[in-house]
């Protein structure tokens, strides 16, 4: 069992649409971080929430860090195939700063 | 801007044959690891350092070992390879804090990977 839940695991869409993907726990994380990997490529960082009810935005991209933090969900508005990859949530949980735990990710592409 | 930078890129190697995975960084950073990354896995934490001389397993450490002499280095070394260490692996640092990974936040900078596979 993950301790982290991506959904959805695949998302194919066209470009200029919109879309949602979602990090889900049972469990509380003092941080929380969102990274993009490219194929071929390691992780890149995009963002770090660390407040319950915090809301980021990074050009397209608009995270959000669940008031219980407890979830994370990633907008993109307009998809272009530049941000076709792996996206993958990473975060701390709250009293075990000890280990980083990963989701498995959602793969995305857009397709022009 | 060189960042992580992990040597080779990609590897063959026969099974039983013993090889190190080089990783260097040029921030500073106090907090390097390893992950190796499998289909439907993810990232696994293979060992890290919270400095140097300081090295400790993480959640898949068997058949690996690292050293850490100097801030800069990190290098992984396979033992005796196994089919079942056919994977892309990830050399990651991230700046100095307190608590996990540099901070309590955890932010981590990744190379650009490794790809290696055992016959």
């Known amino acids: 069992t993950q301790l982290l839940e991506q959904s959805p695991q695949f998302l194919s869409i066209q470009e200029g649409e919109n879309l949602t993907v979602y990090c889900n726990s049972s469990?509380?994380?003092?941080?929380l971080q969102w990274y993009r990997q490219e194929p071929g490529e390691g992780p890149v960082l995009l963002v770090t929430?660390?407040?319950g009810g915090e809301v980021k935005k990074l050009k397209r991209l608009t995270f959000q860090f669940g008031d219980a933090r407890k979830d994370s969900s990633l907008h993109i508005t307009a998809a272009q195939p530049g941000d076709t990859g792996l996206y993958l949530c990473?975060?701390?949980?709250?009293?075990?700063?000890?280990?980083?735990?990963w989701g498995l990710g959602t793969s995305l592409a857009v397709n022009p | 801007n060189a960042g992580v930078t992990q040597t080779p890129k990609f590897q063959v190697l026969k099974t039983g044959q013993s090889m190190t995975l080089q990783c260097a960084q040029d921030?500073?950073?106090?907090?390097m690891s390893w992950y190796r990354q499998d289909p439907g896995m993810g990232l696994r934490l293979i060992h890290y350092?919270?400095?140097?001389?300081?090295?400790d397993q993480g959640e898949v450490p068997n058949g690996y070992n690292v050293s850490r002499s100097t801030t800069e280095d990190f290098p992984l070394r396979l033992l005796s390879a196994a089919p079942s260490q056919t994977s892309v692996y990830f050399c990651?640092?991230?700046?100095?804090?307190?608590?996990?990974?540099?901070?309590?936040?955890?932010?981590?900078?990744f190379g650009e990977g490794s790809r290696l596979t055992v016959l």
């Open positions: 990473a975060g701390v949980r709250a009293g075990n700063n000890r280990k980083l735990i």
């Open positions: 350092s919270v400095g140097a001389g300081i090295t």
């Open positions: 990651a640092s991230s700046p100095p804090g307190p608590g996990l990974a540099g901070g309590r936040t955890g932010e981590l900078f």
């Open positions: 469990s509380v994380f003092s941080s």
């Open positions: 921030m500073n950073h106090e907090y």
């Open positions: 929430v660390v407040t």
